[in-house]
């Protein structure tokens, strides 16, 4: 107690109220000089120590002695761990029992939500809804804060054209545009209008860089790309979350250009800092620092010193920095301002937060019982998750279901709790959500009738299903297959229509859960083929965290609705769809493929020198056993109510350098359902100094009409819009000749031209 209010007494002068205003810089400069210059060397190492304790562990290595070390001054934070009770008293040895008693800061992977889980961030991106979006990270930050938590490793920005890896889930699909609205929106969301508000907590932008674009969609795997590539395609995001005040940056696992990002100096400083202006700090990926030695770069002297030197900040459970950076220093391999540089970005960080201010003032044990999962949080929760599903087809309007019908539940899915908030819930308080058969028979009450039967497990295989369904998420079922399908095909018989929900496991998708075939699973595909022979329509909801192939289900199975991972309110959100009391409104923001073998496939790609829109003509570019096209593309979804567009206008067909033209168009709801429309605008540089997409996204607008509505949808188009990395990766529009494109999806567009 007497080393605290020693602590807080000599900095006294500096931190009144500091958290109450935005950060006045020479006062932190100051109160942070003074603070440094009373550190040791270890105490400065100590602050840019991060392990993991708890009982959330994310990777395969666990710290040990911790509290010892928090003691000695060798800990910066911790994170992953649940509960004020159990983050205070680390706190308090921190600040009661450290010599200088500076305050931990604690983070987590709050991804989507924190116990009110959001739909999976791939499926949030599908509603297109940035003020949705930017509401849930707030509410995430809310419950957060509320539970001792002021760091969030959020939001993932990975831009990925690669669905057989595991982690599309967790970012925003595919297009950079939206990618980098979206990254605006969460961290707007998680940081709020001042991080020192006891309801914001820091951003982390995940992961620099380019981590989505493994080769063989294998996890952790090489990424090699030019840098036009990355300027133009991938790093929008990243830098979106710059621009937006991030906090603090995660490295990546995958090397860039041959040197792994964590020690990538050219990424961390030259990009990062130089280029964007980051003042944040970086935090590495788990023990992606010692990691380093398997990729070939050294021991783990030389990988923390090339780390540190490559602009990195602080270690997640490598052990690398607290080990090994004061022989580094002896032997004159790392400098002390590389030391100093780190260890102050981390105090600044901690000021920001307010942390100097009161250490204890994210640790209000009244707050949990109040600000998490409440009834405001879980409506938000709901309403969200409802504009994330994509109607993919919906043949002879078999949704939405009348709650008259006597209704058959089937799916190894279906009645899952644990299955429920989706990968990277980690916080989430599964027993209290509903599974999907409780909300349906919920939803129909006496009305109609629900019947239910598993049908089948995830697969055959039960080593694939029991690596899929980690965490305690375990469903296997150990029935005879043909004694599951027949109960499920018996009651089949009995109703007027059969919801199967199907698809992946929340742990099929995620980290370490790369999957080479995309398809919907060999025991749940039979089980559908059984089903069809009945004879009564079949719903599919297929439950995922990637691009799956579905062309089997397209041709077969009439409705077909993806629900992703909806969060903790995702099975009464579905019913909500499902028995047309919303209409679906998400739009995929990936492109689905017809098969694995189109991947990568994405809808901005380059042309080539012999493009072929068609199927197979000798010495184009094309396959022999499939078209180019995909199976759905990017930006589709259906709704139960119709669209049409109206032709559109320019206000111009010439557009001066500085200035702007707008585009029109006007969206009618022409059927009898109120809905929502997501309005898409593409571009495209006919001509440019390096080749240039067939299209970009560069704005849309979600719009609710009601039956017979009409809306005047104008978008305004200037140079801004128009500007990429050319070869020297200088931002540049080039005059010359433009396209136009406005449409419910990247595929169905009209199109005009102008000269810039
Ligand atoms: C993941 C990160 C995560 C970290 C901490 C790593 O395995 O790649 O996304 O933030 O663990 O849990």
């Known amino acids: 107690m007497t080393r605290m209010r020693n602590f807080l007494l000599a900095m006294a002068l500096v931190s009144i109220s500091m958290a109450a205003q935005a950060v006045d810089q020479a006062k932190m400069d100051r109160f942070i000089d003074d603070l440094m210059g009373k550190m040791t060397l270890q105490e400065k190492i100590g602050q840019l120590n991060l392990p993991v304790t708890g009982d959330i562990i994310t990777g395969s290595t666990v710290s040990g002695d911790v509290v010892g070390k928090i003691r000695a001054g060798q800990v910066g934070g911790l994170f992953n761990m649940k509960g004020v009770k159990s983050i205070r008293q680390l706190q308090e040895v921190a600040v009661e029992q450290s010599r200088l008693g500076i305050p931990l800061i604690f983070g987590m992977d709050v991804i989507h939500g924190y116990e009110t889980v959001f739909p999976i961030p791939f499926a949030m991106s599908m509603s297109w809804d940035m003020e949705a979006i930017k509401g849930s990270a707030r509410i995430a930050s809310v419950e957060a804060t509320a539970d001792g938590i002021c760091w969030t490793f959020s939001p993932m920005v990975d831009i990925c054209r690669e669905p057989r890896w595991g982690r599309m889930s967790e970012g925003s699909g595919e297009d950079p545009f939206l ?237 899952t709790r644990a299955n429920m908030p989706g990968t990277w819930s980690v916080a989430a308080a599964s027993d209290r959500y509903s599974t999907l058969l409780e909300a349906m028979r919920r939803a129909v009450g006496d009305r109609g009738q629900v019947m239910y039967a598993k049908g089948c497990n995830v697969c055959y295989d039960a080593e694939l299903e029991k690596n899929s369904t980690m965490f305690g998420r375990e469903m296997r079922d150990n029935r005879p297959v043909d004694v599951m399908r027949d109960e499920a095909v018996r009651i089949a018989r009995e109703c007027d229509v059969i919801v199967a929900a199907m698809g992946e496991p929340s742990e099929m998708s995620g980290e370490s859960s790369s999957r080479s075939s995309l398809t919907i699973l060999d025991a749940q595909k039979d089980l559908l083929t059984a089903l069809l022979a009945t004879g009564k329509p079949i719903v599919l909801l297929n439950f995922s965290g990637r691009a799956t192939v579905m062309d089997w289900e397209v041709e077969n199975i009439p409705t077909i609705m993806n629900v992703w991972f909806g969060g903790s309110e995702a099975a009464d959100a579905i019913c909500d769809v499902v028995f047309g009391d919303v209409a679906p409104s998400g739009k995929l923001t990936v492109t689905m493929p017809r098969n694995e073998g189109q991947i990568p496939i994405y809808y901005n790609h380059l042309n080539t020198g012999r493009p072929n829109p068609k199927w197979f003509t000798k010495y184009t570019s094309n396959y022999l056993d499939v078209p180019n096209d995909a199976l759905f593309p990017f930006g589709y979804g259906l709704s139960y109510t119709t669209f049409e567009y109206s032709p559109m206008t320019l206000s111009s067909n010439t557009m001066p350098v500085d200035g702007s033209i707008t585009a029109t168009v006007t969206v009618t709801n022409t059927g009898s359902h109120e809905g929502a429309e997501v309005v898409q605008l593409y571009i495209r540089d006919m001509v440019g100094s390096i080749a240039r997409p067939v299209k970009e996204l560069k704005g849309f607008q979600r719009i609710s009409l009601k039956p017979g509505e009409s809306r005047t949808v104008t978008f305004t188009i200037d140079r801004e819009m128009l500007k990429f990395y050319n070869q020297d990766l200088e931002y540049v529009c080039e005059p010359g000749d433009f396209q136009v494109m406005i449409g419910p999806n990247s595929r169905d567009v009209q199109s005009l031209d102008f000269k810039l």
């Open 179 to 415: 990618g980098a609205a979206i990254c605006r929106a969460m961290i707007e969301g998680y940081q709020g209008a001042d991080l020192a508000d006891k309801r914001s907590m820091m951003a982390c932008v995940k992961h620099f860089a380019l981590y989505g674009a493994p080769e063989a969609g294998r996890d952790y795997n090489t990424v090699d790309m030019s840098h036009v590539r990355m300027f133009n395609e991938y790093f929008p995001p990243y830098k979106a979350g710059v621009d937006a005040g991030a906090g603090s940056f995660m490295t990546s696992f995958n090397v860039i250009d041959y040197i792994p990002a964590t020690g990538n100096r050219w990424l961390m400083t030259e990009v990062l800092r130089d280029r964007w202006g980051f003042d944040g700090f970086v935090v590495t990926d788990y023990t992606a620092i010692s990691e380093m030695t398997n990729h070939g770069m050294g021991d783990l002297q030389t990988v923390s010193a090339m780390a540190l030197k490559a602009g990195t900040d602080m270690d997640m459970v490598a052990d690398g920095f607290l080990g090994t950076l004061e022989k580094s220093l002896a032997e004159g391999k790392v400098s002390i301002q590389d030391i100093d540089k780190a260890c102050r970005r981390i105090l600044e960080a901690k000021y920001k937060l307010g942390l100097f201010d009161d250490p204890y003032r994210y640790l209000d044990s009244k707050r949990a019982s109040k600000e998490i999962y409440t009834a405001e949080h879980r409506a938000a929760a709901r309403q969200l998750a409802t504009e994330t599903f994509v109607l993919l087809q919906n043949k002879d309007n078999v949704l939405p279901l009348q709650r008259t019908a006597k209704i058959a539940l089937v799916g190894p899915l279906a009645n």
